[in-house]
């Protein structure tokens, strides 16, 4: 007999139909005459019942079983006369496939710290609010993808080690094979041509500067995958290894950038609230009571456009006592944002055309000289959520940038080449998967929404 998902064994119901069906033990109760198991296989957020009585030669079997022990176990779907479940299943057979010691087992029916859970990654996803975190972020993840290949974009995988700095800030992991204890020196530098790649090599911050070259062939394609920041912040809203969603466009000019951005947030939102009901639920309950609003305000609205100045302008007429001073020429902070999306405009909110002082020097100047083709997508909650902007097509404007920036034009001489031959207009966003995740589930820290954090002094299984 084929094993039944819980979830599918949820949803097709048929009374009466043998099934087999294999997970986890939740909670066991006995009395003389039966035994009442809860298991789980991680398909959903909702446990089966399953029932012995005492004629089961199983019976003493399932009687002794303990909080997370796996089993495996045949009988028949049954209408459950107990409240809460619609079906459970009365048992034929009980198997133990592996056993569970209960003086040990550290997850009891009680609820558990998240801090305490982060110390045991290897079993919180058994837990409910992580196996629900999975299954939104597994969800996330498809609708991502589905978005993205509907539009006939080209899902392209750029390297994980890189030289190049994309955004030109450092904050950067190192990548080497040189021993640490007798580094080679050279007059006091060190000697990379020792090294395995012969340069300083580093993890990627970012698949941007890559996906321009392929954006520059095949037009539209998007990068998915993990980015790394060195960054010594151990804040609830940072990591320092997370997964990018990185779209690059081309022919494609700032307008059309927003309009890509509005659509694909409404596309991730509406696919969650259509397919991950139950744990959103879950998560509405025990996390944000506004988290299921908040998401329907997202696929329902019409995103607000307003320039940078007229954010500012906003702002400084608001009458509100920020903790940082608003002020042209500085970046807005999330308590800007938050007030812009949940106070003042009351939904989501793009703003475009910021301070070029404060943006990466790959992005368009504007006719002003002052301001450049950039855009961030503001939530509620959380504030900016997608960042991203119109690239500098011009090759001259592009090398005045750079070297404003103090950066290498012989470094960078093959990201200047796709502006010397066949240069277009083009575009592209990056959002923040884990951010994004934490956004959709109301989970306040995260570290609680990837499977296994990595943050300074942590780099535990």
């Known amino acids: 007999m084929q094993r039944s998902k819980i979830k599918d064994i949820f949803a097709q119901g048929q009374a009466g139909r043998d099934v087999l069906v294999q997970g986890w033990v939740k909670t066991r109760r006995s009395s003389k005459s039966v035994t009442f198991i809860q298991i789980t296989d991680g398909s959903t957020l909702q446990d089966l019942q399953i029932v012995v009585d005492e004629a089961n030669p199983s019976h003493e079997t399932a009687a002794g079983l303990t909080t997370g022990c796996s089993v495996s176990v045949e009988g028949v779907l049954v209408e459950s006369p107990g409240q809460g479940q619609k079906y459970e299943v009365q048992a034929g057979s009980v198997t133990v496939i592996g056993g569970s010691d209960p003086e040990t087992y550290p997850l009891q029916k009680k609820r558990h710290s998240p801090e305490f859970l982060r110390e045991i990654a290897h079993l919180r996803p058994r837990t409910n609010t992580f196996g629900a975190m999975a299954r939104v972020r597994n969800s996330v993840a498809y609708a991502i993808h589905t978005f993205f290949q509907e539009r006939g974009f080209q899902f392209i995988q750029t390297p994980i080690i890189t030289a190049s700095d994309a955004e030109g800030a450092g904050s950067m992991f190192q990548v080497t094979t040189l021993d640490l204890n007798d580094v080679p020196k050279d007059g006091g530098e060190v000697k990379h041509e020792d090294d395995f790649f012969g340069k300083p090599a ?249 499977p296994f954090p990595r943050t300074p002094k942590s780099v535990e299984f």
């Open 202 to 450: 580093f993890l990627t911050v970012s698949g941007q500067l890559e996906a321009e070259i392929f954006a520059m062939a095949l037009s539209d394609v998007y990068t998915f995958g993990p980015t790394f920041r060195a960054e010594n912040s151990n804040t609830s809203r940072h990591l320092a290894e997370f997964w990018m969603v990185e779209p690059e466009v081309a022919f494609c000019e700032l307008d059309g950038l927003t309009e890509l951005a509005e659509d694909f947030l409404k596309h991730l939102t509406g696919h969650v609230l259509e397919n991950c009901l139950e744990d959103m639920e879950f998560f509405n309950k025990w996390h944000d009571n506004s988290a299921i609003a908040t998401l329907e305000g997202i696929a329902n609205s019409n995103f607000e456009r307003i320039t940078y100045t007229e954010a500012v302008k906003l702002l400084q007429s608001s009458g509100e006592k920020f903790e940082y001073p608003v002020a042209w020429g500085t970046d807005l902070q999330s308590e800007h944002e938050r007030y812009l999306t949940e106070k003042k405009i009351q939904k989501p909110v793009i703003v475009t055309d910021y301070p070029k002082g404060i943006k990466a020097f790959y992005m368009r100047l504007n006719d002003d000289g002052e301001t450049v083709r950039a855009m961030d997508v503001l939530v509620p909650r959380i504030g900016e959520l997608i960042g991203g902007s119109q690239r500098e097509e011009r090759r001259d404007a592009l090398e005045s940038r750079m070297t404003e920036a103090g950066i290498s034009l012989d470094e960078y001489s093959w990201y200047l080449d796709l502006r010397r031959y066949g240069t277009v207009p083009h575009s592209g966003f990056g959002l923040g998967f884990e951010r994004t995740v934490q956004f959709i589930t109301g989970v306040s820290n995260i570290r609680d929404v990837i």
